[in-house]
Every structure is written in C-alpha cells, then in structure tokens.
C-alpha cells in the first residue's frame, strides 16, 4: 500500500528529528505534514526553544539543501532573492541567486524584516519561483519554508501582512519542554550536539513521490462538508473578526490528509481533521482585541469551535 510507505519513511524523518528536538512528537510531526503538503511552515515561540534546530534537522533528515536568511531591519528583497552582478572578465551581467534557492531555506526571524522584505517571500512560497530583473526562475525542487519568529510583542518586530500569513499552511509553537526532556537534552548535549548525528534517511525525489501521493488519499464528502462547516464557524463566531479563508479550507483538508497517510490510512478521518485544525487556521483568523485581553488564544477558540461542530461518521 502506498500509504503504508508513506508512514513508514515519515516516521523515519520524526524518529530522525526527535533526536534533536526531545518529548515535543505532536510538534515534530505537524511539522513534517506540512512538508508532505508541500507547505510553508511558521514556528512562533520565544528564543532558544530550538525552532532553528528542528529546522536544520528536518533538512539534514531528508538530504535538502540548507539555506538560512537571517531576517534584520536593513535586509533587502534582492539580499533574498539574489541579483545579477556585471562580470567584467565576460563583459556581461551574470546571476548570483540568492538564499532562496534551496531545499529548506530557514527565515531566521522573519517579523524582525520590513513588511517590504517580508513580501519578497510571497512568490516563492507560492509559485515555487522568483522574478529578479525581470527575469522568472524556478526554485530547486522540493522547497520548503520554515519561518521563525519571537512574539510581536518583542523589541524590534513588525507584524507579518495578513496576505502572507494565510501563505504558511501551518504555524506551531515548540514551548518549554517539561522536565524530564529537558534533563535529556542537557544530558545529550554536554559533550556534542545531538544534531551532528541526525542522517539522512530518505532521498529528495522519494520525498517528491510522498507528497504527489498524499494527494490521493481519499476524502469522503461528509468529510470535505466537516472541513467547510468547521471553516465557516470561524467567520461566524463572535470571537473573530476575520475568519479563515477559503485557503485555509483547503489546506486543512491536504493537511487532514497527510495525517492520515502517515497514520498508515487511505482515507482521511473526523480525527485528522480535529488534529490539525488549530496549528492550520489558528494564524488565518482576527481576533478580538476583548479576546486577546482576557489572555485567550486563537488555538483555544478553535478547539471550542469544533466541539460546537457536529463530527461526522467515519466513512472508509
């Protein structure tokens, strides 16, 4: 079964990625879904949790290209994008591409750039492509974000524009580990860092198999109209001022999908959809300013909101 295959080389990237990132499963694989739907994923936390860990180990695991953009007040688009630089040995412009061209490329800091810089992102996120002197070029194939950021609060940082937070499929935030992970890291990392040991244990076209397939996995219609009818509750519930877009339907449902796929099913359950509703529509929606006072999160409105949304019989 294709799907057997899926969640057999899945499990090989987490098991790979949790030598690193320690008792934070769940995050680790809403993080390799992502990747398996082709998304961009955002990783909202404080400092020194590990987001920029986790993001080289999940390249390291897959064999892709790393690249690192390290998001400042003064970056430029073409300081991401790359430029074309006059050659005078050939008498002509050549093209050096920027730190966009790569497999994983990590936005280090992404909120700590101008709105300006951060829209340079917003093609190749989504046409897996960038246009620099007029001239298009195709990104290595498979590209993925992964876009860290510290809260908005903090000195220093601008709000990502709501046309390029509804881009990430997905946003997850790492948090403290308890106690006894932490205990562990300290323990693995007081001669070497865990990360020098991850491998690579599958091979980028075999990754470019796994997300043409999950595509296939089969979404009943009862299960298509509870992806809707959860969507539409957030834009009909008082809590928001904007709810999820029509984007967000959709990658939900590729997000249901894969966590299907790499449970070892063909068919998309109520439960996958429950699973990967917040870390999926939780970025796309407005809050409240008397939602955010009371110290509510989005996250936490959205697990209400599909308690209030009648769940469907599983169909296989």
């Known amino acids: ?125 989504e046409e897996s492509q960038a246009t620099t002197d007029g001239e298009t070029r195709k990104l290595p194939q498979p590209f993925f974000v992964i876009a860290t950021q510290n809260a908005v609060e903090m000195t220093g940082t601008y709000p990502l524009p709501e046309a390029q937070l509804d881009r990430f499929f997905c946003r997850i935030s790492l948090g403290y580990p308890d106690r006894e992970s932490e205990t562990s890291i300290l323990c693995q990392q007081q001669v070497a860092h865990p990360l020098e040991l991850v491998k690579t244990v599958i091979s980028l076209d075999s990754l470019l198999e796994m997300q043409a397939a999950v595509k296939d996995v089969f979404v009943h219609e009862t299960i298509r109209g509870y992806i809707v009818d959860v969507v539409r509750a957030t834009r009909e519930s008082n809590q928001f001022l904007i709810g999820a877009s029509p984007r967000g339907s959709l990658h939900l449902m590729r997000a249901a999908q894969a966590s299907a796929a790499i449970h070892g099913y063909d068919f998309v359950r109520p439960d996958d959809v429950k699973a990967m509703a917040s870390a999926v529509l939780a970025h796309r929606v407005m809050a409240r300013a008397e939602l955010r006072a009371k110290g509510q999160t989005p996250e936490e409105v959205i697990d209400r909101t599909l308690e209030s949304v009648p769940t469907p019989v599983p169909v296989g």
Do not use: W, Y
Not at 26 to 31: F, I, L, Q
């Open 1 to 125: 079964m294709i799907t057997s295959s899926i969640a057999a080389n899945a499990q090989c990237i987490i098991n790979e990625v949790e030598r690193v990132i320690v008792g934070k499963q769940d995050t680790v694989t809403k993080a390799v879904i992502t990747l398996l739907c082709k998304g961009h994923l955002l990783i909202e936390d404080i400092p020194g949790v590990g987001k920029t860990t986790l993001a080289k180990s999940l390249a390291r695991s897959i064999g892709g290209e790393f690249r690192r953009i390290q998001f400042t007040p003064d970056l430029l688009p073409s300081d991401i994008t790359g430029s074309s630089i006059f050659n005078q040995k050939e008498a002509e412009f050549e093209f050096r591409p920027g730190p966009i061209f790569g497999n994983v490329v990590l936005a280090d800091e992404i909120n700590r750039a101008t709105p300006k810089t951060q829209s340079a992102l917003l093609e190749a996120m």
